[in-house]
């Protein structure tokens, strides 16, 4: 358990190492992390830093309130909000908890045991006196190889229509040829983009995207672009009231093994069931 009071850090980043023969991920406390499938230098997802300080990360979670425009992440980076965290690695599975502006968050991130997917649940309670409008948004810098930078041109984004996901594909790379990577949401209203400049903007950072400026994100897709898979939602809640919001991101062999996927663990039935399954 790391407690993080505002303002505070470890000495150097405190890691997390999950995997199953099928995916694993590296998380810190602070909520860096990167995530490669069945080969952890051939087939990474996202960019990997190796950095032993600065705790960079290609993933990132922003949570926003819709009526004010205030934006925080519900771990320590990238968008750190006002008061403090607790971190709590465990085996398989890491939780980060945070209390801001009214909104109780509680982030779940852990990997399937017997499938290539990687979960990432947010509790959230509405702790406050009124009815809040909240958005959640993900972000995943994409590699598909090796280094980004030698498969960056190659990666080609979509969306999903059968699922509503954002899938993308590297036809020249070593692992991942003939695989498709996806990112989803659990929730039916979203939009999503696949162009890591819209979101960061001109000069941003992580810790303040141009995305967190904007009501949506454009769902600007294809070839050519500097590639990432970002997908935003946005939920309601009464006062007291909680709900669970369920990101995967993975990869699968074809289209019908994607959507498969995302019907089996894309809900939060699904989500419940692979936690479990660490569990055991």
């Known amino acids: 358990v790391i407690a993080l009071d505002p ?3 470890t000495p150097a980043p405190w890691v997390n190492v999950i995997a199953s023969p099928h995916i694993g991920t590296v998380v810190s406390e602070s909520g860096s992390a990167y995530t490669w499938v069945e080969n952890a230098h051939e087939f990474r997802l996202t960019t990997w830093h190796n950095d032993p300080l600065s705790d960079s990360s290609g993933e990132a979670l922003y949570i926003r309130d819709e009526q004010t425009g205030t934006f925080w992440s519900p771990t320590p980076l990238p968008a750190r909000g006002r008061s403090g965290y607790v971190s709590r690695h465990g085996f398989g599975y890491s939780v980060f908890e945070h209390y801001e502006a009214g909104i109780s ?3 779940f991130t852990y990997v399937a045991m017997d ?10 309670r509405n702790s406050s006196k009124r009815p809040r409008r909240l958005s959640l948004t993900g972000y995943w810098e994409l590699v598909l190889g090796e280094w980004r930078h030698a498969n960056l041109m190659h990666i080609v984004t ?10 993308a594909r590297n036809a020249y790379g070593r692992e991942c040829a003939n695989r498709i990577v996806y990112v989803h949401v659990s929730e ?6 696949g162009s890591r ?11 303040s995207p141009a995305a967190m400026g904007r009501k949506r994100l454009s769902g ?3 070839a050519g672009l500097d590639p990432c898979a970002a997908i935003q939602t946005r939920i309601e809640l009464a006062v007291g009231q909680e709900r669970e919001i369920v990101f995967i991101f993975g990869a699968a062999g074809s289209t019908q093994e994607a959507q498969h996927c995302i019907q089996r663990f894309g809900g939060t039935a699904g989500a419940r069931q692979a936690l479990e399954a660490v569990w055991e």
Do not use: C, W, Y
């Not at 039916?188 to 983009?193: A, K």
């Not at 400049?197 to 810790?207: K, M, P, V, W, Y």
């Open 158 to 167: 979509e969306m999903d229509l059968h699922s509503g996901a954002l899938f």
């Open 197 to 207: 400049t819209e979101f960061i903007g001109r000069n941003g950072s992580l810790a």
């Open 220 to 222: 600007k897709t294809g």
């Open 115 to 124: 499938a290539p997917v990687k979960f990432v649940v947010v509790k959230l």
């Open 188 to 193: 039916p209203e979203r939009t999503l983009t």
């Open 7 to 9: 303002g505070q850090k």
């Open 105 to 107: 968050s509680e982030l």
